[in-house]
């Protein structure tokens, strides 16, 4: 549940800032009554949201086995690419997302109506999508649907109460840092993804090894207690993995978060002659 809290609460804050962004540049304009035009596209944003994430559960439901591990490897492997997408994405495009946002606010309301709303549409569904196919990746380890759905309603709250609070001025929060941290634990988290992933094309048939284990802790660290279930739930831990989602785990997790944590390179200055 811990994964899957860490990916509401870091998406969530993400849509929470695009948001108040949108909210506070019609705010400080004196163009309140647009405001609910922006509050149309992000209820039609979280709408298509969570039906894309009940018919990813419904259409599974209705597949063979052999397909659902098909199905669900493609997921994870997809939901690994928006993640890594997304946290570097994010870290080149702290500085200028608010006056890219303002800016197409400001062309949209030229335009009419519809446009806003579109605006405000568009900056949160890519969020909610990415919300979506990663908490339907990350649920996969769960063994019942109650704690992935707590999991990730609780990370939203805390990112909307995060959010008003920071629109407020209640609290301030580093958030280079924030992201910079939450961004190497999602790199820990897509890890496990993939290794989920290689582990369902082995039980698909697609990927030998199956029963060849690289190892095996399962005495130091029994399935249900509660270290291995914080461990699990934080870096997708399981104590005895196949060779193939060890290799997949290393393969991805250790050169992916060393170019995150790589310190950007910074803008050199021209001289003037």
């Known amino acids: 549940m811990s994964a899957i809290y860490l990916i509401g609460l870091r998406e969530g804050l993400e849509i929470t800032l695009v948001v108040s962004i949108l909210v506070a540049f019609l705010v400080k304009t004196d163009r309140r009554p647009l405001l609910r035009h922006v509050a149309a596209g992000v209820a039609a944003a979280a709408v298509l949201s969570v039906a894309v994430a009940i018919l990813l559960q419904a259409g599974v439901a209705r597949l063979s086995f052999t397909q659902q ?26 500085r200028s997302i608010g006056s890219e946002l303002r800016g197409r606010m400001e062309e949209a309301i030229r335009v009419g109506p519809f446009a806003i709303a579109s605006v405000a549409f568009l900056a949160v569904v890519r969020e909610g999508l990415e919300t979506s196919i990663l908490f339907y990746a990350a649920a996969q380890g769960a063994g019942d649907n109650s ?23 209640a ?87 060393v170019l995150f944590l790589w310190p950007a390179r910074k803008p050199t200055l021209q001289k003037v002659s």
Do not use: C
Request: proline share 5%; glycine share 8%; no cysteine.
């Open 69 to 94: 591990e098909l199905f669900e490897a493609i997921a994870s492997f997809v939901a690994v690419a928006f993640v890594t997408w997304m946290i570097f994405w994010m870290r080149r495009m702290a």
């Open 147 to 169: 704690r992935p759905l707590l999991g990730i309603t609780l990370g939203l709250l805390t990112a909307v109460v995060l959010g008003w609070l920071l629109y407020v001025s």
């Open 171 to 257: 609290v301030r929060i580093n958030l280079s840092r924030f992201f910079t941290w939450t961004g190497a634990l999602l790199v820990l988290v897509a890890a496990g993804i993939t290794k989920y992933g290689v582990h369902d094309l082995q039980e698909a048939g697609v990927l030998p090894g199956l029963d060849t284990q690289a190892f095996d802790v399962s005495g130091a660290f029994p399935p249900d207690t509660w270290y291995a279930e914080l461990l699990r739930g934080m870096v997708n831990f399981t104590p005895a993995p196949t060779v193939l989602e060890t290799v997949a785990w290393l393969a991805y997790g250790i050169p992916v978060l």
